[in-house]
């Protein structure tokens, strides 16, 4: 357990590691878990939000007073970001890279209309006035993964309302993997993880150079979203032409993950074994007209 020596200035690290993506997928529970190993120090928080900070000076980065941790401990050897927009966010890799070249990277991945159903609950949790699920299905919806950020919203309403293009994992992969090598990716899914979190957790510090753990922290679910939100609830209509829409894009995500992706209700519904209308039916369960 990581615990702050008392009165003793040590310092602030450079961060050396980062969760990159993706949002809905239990990158808090992976990352809470990680800052509980004794050689790595716990973030101010989770999230830095620094390399898809648009207001900042990257012709002038600051990385010593901008980017850095308190050390808590004299052992700590890591501290990681993880701020799952930046697998997703135009330019964020790129800067990461000319931060530090050899940073190992993380990224979970999620069924991409569970991830986007999860996506929108969470902003209704959090904004009850945010657009209900038909407008957060209109407001942005292009049909390939953007490569710059909007000039015409706020950086903050496009993080927000992003959510059907941060299904384009395909494509983010693509794009991570020209500006990474793929040996510094650690690529894992989401209900494989949580169904063996201890074996995806030695995983994790295996590729961050870190010993095992010798005693697994207990998984512990960290933000889990609200058992019912206020609003319209998804329609078969609706998933069947998100999954249609995710296409071609999921076929380049399994050709360069290498992950099983089978039991997702995306490939499921494209495959035909899985009526769109059931998972209309299971997702409607949460949500509570307005």
Request: charged share 25%; aromatic share 12%.
């Amino acid at each position: 357990m990581n615990r702050p020596e008392p009165d003793v200035d040590l310092g602030r690290m450079p961060y050396n590691f980062s969760i990159v993506g993706v949002q809905k997928s239990g990158t808090s529970t992976l990352s809470g878990t990680i800052s509980q190993h004794r050689l790595v120090c716990r973030p101010p928080r989770k999230e830095a939000h620094f390399f898809n900070d648009e207001s900042y000076d990257w012709d002038h980065p600051d990385y010593e007073r901008d980017y850095t941790a308190p050390r808590r401990a004299k052992v700590h050897t890591m501290v990681g970001d993880s701020t799952p927009v930046y697998l997703f966010w135009p330019n964020a890799l790129e800067r990461m890279r000319d931060y530090m070249p050899g940073m190992p990277l993380i990224a979970v991945f999620r069924d991409p209309l569970e991830r986007l159903f999860s996506h929108w609950t969470m902003l209704r949790t959090r904004h009850p006035d945010w657009p209900d699920w038909p407008g957060f299905l209109t407001e942005f919806r292009p049909t390939s993964l953007p490569d710059t950020v909007p000039t015409d919203v706020k950086p903050m309403r496009y993080k927000h309302m992003s959510g059907i293009a941060r299904g384009y994992y395909g494509a983010q992969l693509e794009r991570g993997f020209s500006v990474f090598p793929r040996e510094q990716w650690l690529l894992l899914e989401f209900r494989s993880m949580l169904a063996s979190f201890d074996a995806s957790v030695d995983r994790a510090t295996d590729h961050l150079g870190l010993p095992r753990f010798e005693a697994h922290p207990p998984l512990r679910n960290r933000y889990a979203g609200a058992e019912l939100v206020s609003g319209t609830p998804p329609t078969a209509e609706d998933l069947q032409s998100l999954a249609e829409l995710y296409a071609a894009d999921l076929a380049v995500f399994d050709r360069l993950s290498g992950l099983d992706t089978s039991g997702w209700p995306t490939t499921q519904i494209l495959a035909g074994t899985l009526d769109p209308g059931e998972l209309a039916a299971r997702l409607a369960t949460k949500v509570a007209p307005a």
